[in-house]
């Protein structure tokens, strides 16, 4: 008998690239799975940023409408289990080494990769669960990602910006195409936000998607601690502001309602039913504030709009002394993460980062913006938590941002 973490070690090596943007492998495997035609209805979350807090919204809402709910996340802050839950409980060991064996089963000579293996293991579950709906979220773009095997019932693109551009291309507009290939004809269609580029758009209607556009056919109106949700067939007024904290996350509550709501599910949303499963959303990483003497928060904004939120976010808490633990990966935009955040930090204390995608904290150190006062270059994670820790005085605040390889391991460390 293999452990997961045999599996898993196995899946890193199994296909010859760590990405491969094409669905013709995980497709076929899929359809020997018999999973292409799933009995559960199919929410598919694409974006750049949002798409985690807009996926929880949405397992929130479903199970206070006493649905079974199968979520597919990635990637996982602290166990891979997290990445495939039932009715909010997580895989097991054992029932993800069974999915697996299903895949491992019939897959012949076919290779995969490490995520595809993942996208087909949650759909696999999600069928032996019997679920009502499967959330999920896209890895990597949209169009070519392993989650698009399935045609989704309502796609949803909560935003566009610059990341991934190696694989999906430095075009806002031709990012925006890409994640818009989750949509399908004759299906609800929901553009999250009225920045979204006008490729968006044009491709939901190029191939007859329906599209519901944020502002226009739904709108999110915030005043003071709650804010009032409406469309032309619903109003909830007075709904309480997400457990999630943060000034965007109104706006990802809003797409998940409007995904219920344009989806036609026969779902009735009360005010009662929305606002006990918003006010219960918990996502671990996404501006994640732990109070005490000394303040810690945690977000995993990996790229410059998801720097920019925590910025503007960081500015909302009362002003303290900040001291940053900072790790971000090598693929990323580090100069433009760091700058979004350069006047919210007073020092900063650099991990070093696991994998191929890594990069050495003098390196890191280097894309700092120029004022950056770096005061410990650290060997890992928890090493640059321990060292701010020790810094940091009665008052002061510690941001832990950059990645999920940071995040996660700082969590560890806190015990959290």
């Known amino acids: 008998m293999r452990s997961l973490a045999d599996w898993l070690?196995?899946?890193?090596?199994?296909?010859?690239?760590?990405?491969?943007?094409?669905?013709?492998?995980?497709?076929?495997?899929?359809?020997?799975?018999?999973l292409l035609a799933p009995a559960y209805q199919v929410i598919t979350v694409a974006g750049t940023n949002g798409k985690g807090s807009t996926v929880a919204c949405l397992d929130a809402l479903l199970r206070a409408q006493e649905h079974r709910v199968g979520r597919f996340t990635s990637p996982h802050l602290k166990r891979y289990n997290e990445r495939i839950c039932v009715n909010g409980v997580e895989a097991s060991d054992a029932e993800l080494i069974a999915s697996f064996s299903r895949i491992d089963a019939v897959r012949g000579d076919i290779t995969l990769t490490f995520f595809e293996y993942n996208a087909l293991a949650a759909l696999d579950r999600f069928s032996h669960a019997q679920v009502d709906f499967a959330v999920l979220e896209v890895g990597l773009g949209g169009r070519l990602d392993a989650t698009n095997v399935i045609d989704a019932d309502v796609g949803i693109v909560c935003s566009?910006?610059?990341?991934?551009?190696?694989?999906?291309?430095?075009?806002?507009?031709?990012?925006?195409?890409?994640?818009?290939?989750?949509?399908?004809?004759?299906?609800?269609?929901?553009?999250?936000?009225?920045?979204?580029?006008?490729?968006?758009?044009?491709?939901?209607?190029?191939?007859?998607?329906?599209?519901?556009?944020?502002?226009?056919?739904?709108?999110?109106g915030v005043h003071g601690d709650s804010w009032d949700f409406e469309t032309h067939a619903l109003t909830l007024r007075n709904l309480p502001r997400p457990a999630v904290l943060g000034r965007h996350q109104v706006g990802n509550a809003a797409n998940a309602l409007a995904a219920l709501v344009f989806g036609q599910f026969g779902i009735e949303l009360t005010h009662d039913d929305a606002s006990a499963a918003l006010s219960g959303v918990h996502i671990a990483?996404?501006?994640?504030?732990?109070?005490g003497d000394i303040e810690w928060v945690f977000d995993v904004a990996h790229n410059v709009p998801a720097a920019q939120a925590l910025s503007s976010n960081l500015e909302s808490l009362p002003k303290r002394r900040t001291l940053a633990v900072c790790g971000i990966l090598g693929d990323k935009d580090i100069r433009g993460i760091t700058a979004a955040l350069g006047t919210n930090i007073d020092a900063w204390y650099l991990a070093q980062l696991e994998g191929p995608r890594a990069v050495s904290t003098a390196e890191l150190a280097a894309r700092l913006p120029p004022a950056a006062q770096v005061l410990a270059h650290s060997t890992g994670v928890s090493a640059a938590c321990e060292a701010a820790r020790a810094a940091a005085r009665s008052g002061d605040r510690i941001v832990?941002?950059?990645s999920f390889l940071t995040v996660g391991p700082a969590l560890e460390f806190l015990g959290l």
């Open 9 to 34: 070690e196995q899946q890193q090596k199994s296909h010859p690239s760590a990405i491969d943007l094409t669905l013709e492998r995980v497709r076929e495997v899929a359809r020997r799975m018999e």
């Open 160 to 220: 566009i910006g610059l990341d991934h551009v190696d694989w999906l291309g430095a075009s806002i507009e031709g990012i925006g195409r890409e994640k818009a290939g989750i949509f399908r004809r004759g299906r609800p269609a929901i553009l999250g936000s009225a920045a979204l580029p006008h490729s968006v758009a044009a491709y939901a209607t190029e191939i007859g998607a329906i599209p519901y556009l944020a502002g226009r056919d739904f709108k999110a």
């Open 285 to 291: 990483g996404r501006f994640q504030v732990v109070p």
């Open 400 to 402: 832990v941002f950059g």
